[in-house]
């Protein structure tokens, strides 16, 4: 079973904008999408945004002020707009969520693609 589904990402040229969604399923457990991280072709996994229920956020600093996360609480989903694109920008990027038990919640990742 898929517990948190992303969607959004796409080829798009250098300054370009995309956005990114990331909707919980429900199964019976309540898994919050709290953030996303993305990981590029021998890099590490890294973590981009993220933002509690309350609306704290946290960035990146190579995404400060080019991305924003936002939550909508009703339909326990997170987006991520993002833009001015650049080419070091181009990465699977995955929705991660908890629930009171864990932290370590993922979904299936959407490839961004930034390139002339």
């Known amino acids: 079973q898929v517990q948190l589904v992303e969607s959004g990402g796409g080829l798009v040229q250098p300054g370009g904008s995309l956005r990114l969604s990331c909707a919980a399923s429900?199964?019976?457990?309540?898994?919050?999408?709290m953030g996303w991280y993305r990981q590029a072709p021998g890099k590490q996994r890294e973590l981009v945004a993220r933002i509690t229920n309350g609306g704290w956020t946290n960035y990146a600093d190579s995404v400060k002020g080019r991305f924003t996360i936002s939550r909508d609480n009703a339909k326990n989903t997170v987006y991520l707009q993002m833009n001015s694109l650049k080419p070091e920008d181009t990465a699977v990027y995955y929705c991660?969520?908890?629930?009171?038990?864990?932290?370590?919640?993922w979904g299936q990742g959407t490839q961004v693609t930034v390139s002339s």
């Open positions: 429900g199964s019976g457990l309540n898994i919050v999408p």
């Open positions: 991660n969520g908890w629930t009171s038990m864990s932290n370590d919640y």
